[in-house]
């Protein structure tokens, strides 16, 4: 079982919100640690938009609006990536990571379609 | 303005070996850990090594270890990745990254445009 499980893939529609979701696996507390959230889009590399731990631990990336936010759900083991007021240019892959055992660990990621 | 620069892909047999490189400029390169990172073709995102600032510390995924080395070079603002017995599983974009820091915490902030490795007979 992988440690990070993302679905592959999230349709909705502009002006909309979308929740992402990053299941840490079984054995692995959500509650410590990191959920740190990349967005991707074809032919770039990663851009960090945001590292949720709590409301009172968290960053936003340099440049990153506000519409895009974390959270976690403790029930369902997982970090959540909240963007809200979808825009077109928000279309693209998105990947959660935790730093586990010495590590940098990512999501399968999810491809988000804005339609 | 920060910059990271990957260089040394393309195209090797099954077997062979190459060395990536990684060109830092805009920050202070010795301050900080840094990262490799690949993405096969249509896949997502593996980390695979990281090594700190000082080069004294290092580690490997499961997946490259014993193949892989990483190395940095402080006085020349560069990372490398050496990678031996290379598979067609290797086949990716490889991305070296920075693991940047502040009070707040750490996140792996800048990224290199990446760099291909094929491996194909």
């Known amino acids: 079982q992988a440690v990070l499980t993302q679905p592959p893939s999230l349709s909705a529609s502009p002006g909309a919100s979308a929740s992402l979701t990053c299941t840490l696996r079984?054995?692995?507390?959500?509650?410590?640690?990191?959920i740190y959230w990349y967005q991707q889009k074809p032919g770039s590399p990663p851009q960090f938009l945001l590292r949720?731990?709590?409301?009172?631990?968290?960053?936003?990336g340099s440049g990153v609006p506000s519409r895009f936010s974390g959270s976690k759900d403790a029930s369902a083991n997982a970090g959540i990536l909240l963007i809200s007021g979808l825009q077109s240019e928000d279309e693209a892959d998105y990947y959660c990571?935790?730093?586990?055992?010495?590590?940098?660990?990512f999501g399968g990621g999810t491809k988000l379609t804005v339609l | 303005q920060v910059q990271l620069v990957e260089s040394g892909g393309g195209l090797v047999k099954p077997g062979g070996s190459l060395r990536l490189s990684c060109a830092a400029s805009g920050f202070t390169f010795s301050d900080y850990y840094m990262s490799w990172i690949r993405q096969a073709p249509g896949k997502g995102l593996e980390w695979i090594s990281y090594i700190s600032s000082s080069g004294s510390y290092t580690n490997y995924a499961d997946s490259v270890r014993g193949r892989f080395t990483i190395s940095r070079d402080n006085a020349k603002n560069s990372l490398y990745l050496q990678i031996n017995s290379l598979r067609a599983e290797d086949t990716a974009v490889y991305y070296c990254?920075?693991?940047?820091?502040?009070?707040?915490?750490?996140?792996?902030?800048?990224w290199g445009q990446g760099t291909l490795v094929t491996v194909s007979s």
């Open positions: 990254a920075t693991r940047y820091y502040d009070s707040t915490g750490y996140y792996l902030k800048w």
């Open positions: 990571v935790i730093w586990h055992s010495s590590a940098w660990v």
């Open positions: 949720y731990q709590s409301d009172s631990d968290n960053l936003q």
């Open positions: 079984s054995g692995i507390n959500v509650g410590t640690y990191r």
